[in-house]
Structure formats: structure tokens, C-alpha cells
């Protein structure tokens, strides 16, 4: 009985220090950032010399904006797709672990090496040049595990014995997944694109050689190149040009991570409710 109450003794005490240790990170970046913020940072360009002493991030927000809606559009489109044909499709067992292990093997690449990917294929080889496309597409790439192995658990969870009445009745695979499955599981799919879309939005060495440009006003189109939050605040702390403005960048950023962590939770909340 004594090694019971130990488990749960220890248990509870990481459990508090793990929280101790993330609301210290953000109260601390939040106490010394937020007290800066004003209309003229957020809603201005960046100024001075170096870039980025004077003036604001709004470009930088933009741009994170763009990149992470991009990023989350491709990576959900074929991650749900994988998740289906492997739930639904797949009947080989052979052919599901090749594309398990694959799915695995992205999601232990290091984001430095797939920016270097998507500049040599999507930038020089493809030519989308240094843009929104090609560092969306990438970071993309980087969080397709995360979202894919989320939704096939999703589905997997999916009482099974609803799906083989559907198809007794003579309903075709993609009618039920339209009409009966995406139903019943579609606040959890947004739950899940909404924490990768905070995983991409702090990812900076995707975007580095793909698509961040330091001096890069708003981006008028997809192929135009941004300036990104992490990025600037790279930026901002590897010249040493403002300690200042780099923690306010880092509350901005922040505060979007909260936004999406939010609504991944909130989404749940409203399913398990529902």
C-alpha cells in the first residue's frame, strides 16, 4: 500500500511542478513584454537600424497568421486523407506499416533539415521562390504526423458496430464517412489541426530558408515572401538589436499560442458536453 501512495504522491508532485514550471515561463515573457505593447507596436512596421530597434511587428503577425492557415490546410487535407484510407481503405498489413513507419520517420526529421528540404525542392526546384506557399507547405510537412496519428485514433475510436450497419444497408465507405463519421468526430479533427496550428506558428527553422524574410512588408499573395514571429524574434535576439522589443514580440506570440490552445480546448469541452 505504501509504494501506491508513493506512485500517487509522485505522480501529483510532477504533475504540480510541470505547471509551476509553464506558468512561470508565461507570467515572466507576459511581465516583461505586455507592459510595451500599444497600438504603434502592433499595428506598425518594423524601423530603425538595426531593423527592428524602432516601429512594431504588424507584417511579422500577418505573416504568422498566413503561414500557419497554409500549413494547416495542407497538413489536415492529407493527414485526414492518410488516416481514412488506412481506418477505411487499407486492407494490406503490410502496406499500413510501410506508411506508419513513414509517418513516424517525418515526425522524427529535425525542422532545421526540412527547411533545408523545402529550400532545395519547393524554392530551386520547383521554383515557388522564397514565399508563403513554399514555408506553409513546409510546415505543413512538419506537423502532418501530429495531426494524422491524432485523427486515426480519432476514427479507430469510432464504434465500429455504427459503421458496419451502414454498410449492411448498402451505404457506400465515402457516404458514411461524410454524412455519419465526420459528424461524430469533426470537433475533435478541429481540436487537432488548432494544436498544430500552434506547433507551426512557433517553428522558425522551417521558415528560414522557405519563406521568412526579415524586412518583408505584408504579403500580398501566396507567393510573396513574410516576416514570421518567430522569426523576428530570432532575429531580434541572435544581432542583439532589442531585448525589449524581443520579449514583446514573445508576449504577441505567445498570446496567439494561448488563442489556439484555447480553442483546442474549448472544442473538446463543447464534444464531451455535447
Known amino acids: 500500500m505504501g509504494k501506491y501512495i508513493k506512485i500517487k504522491l509522485w505522480s501529483f508532485m510532477s504533475g504540480i511542478i510541470v505547471i509551476f514550471l509553464v506558468l512561470y515561463i508565461n507570467v515572466y515573457i507576459f511581465s516583461k513584454g505586455v507592459h510595451g505593447l500599444n497600438y504603434n507596436f502592433l499595428f506598425s512596421k518594423p524601423l530603425g537600424f538595426p531593423l527592428g530597434t524602432e516601429g512594431g511587428i504588424f507584417p511579422a503577425i500577418i ?93 479507430e475510436e469510432i464504434d465500429k458496430d455504427i459503421i458496419y450497419a451502414s454498410y449492411a444497408l448498402g451505404i ?37 530558408f522557405t519563406g521568412g524574410v526579415v524586412n518583408a512588408p505584408v504579403p500580398n499573395s501566396i507567393l510573396s515572401p513574410a516576416m514570421a514571429l518567430p522569426y523576428h524574434l530570432y532575429i531580434l535576439i541572435g544581432e542583439g538589436i532589442s531585448v525589449e522589443n524581443a520579449y514583446k514580440t514573445a508576449s504577441v506570440l505567445l498570446l496567439f499560442l494561448l488563442i489556439l490552445n484555447s480553442i483546442s480546448i474549448f472544442t473538446e469541452l463543447f464534444r464531451k458536453v455535447k
Open 172 to 208: 457506400s465507405k465515402s457516404y458514411t464517412f461524410f454524412k455519419l463519421i465526420l459528424p461524430m468526430c469533426f470537433s475533435e479533427m478541429i481540436s487537432i489541426v488548432a494544436l498544430a496550428g500552434g506547433f507551426a506558428m512557433g517553428a522558425t527553422a522551417p521558415i528560414m
Open 63 to 155: 505573416g504568422s497568421i498566413y503561414f500557419t492557415g497554409i500549413a494547416c490546410c495542407f497538413a489536415s487535407t492529407i493527414a485526414i486523407s492518410t488516416a481514412l484510407y488506412l481506418n477505411f481503405y487499407c486492407k494490406n498489413k503490410y502496406i499500413h506499416g510501410i506508411i506508419s513507419i513513414v509517418i513516424q520517420s517525418i515526425a522524427g526529421i529535425p525542422s532545421i533539415v526540412l527547411g533545408l528540404f523545402g529550400y532545395t525542392f519547393l524554392v530551386v526546384y520547383l521554383k515557388l521562390g522564397i514565399s508563403l506557399l513554399s514555408g506553409g507547405i513546409i510546415l505543413g510537412i512538419m506537423i502532418f504526423p501530429f495531426i494524422e496519428v491524432r485523427i486515426q485514433k480519432a476514427l
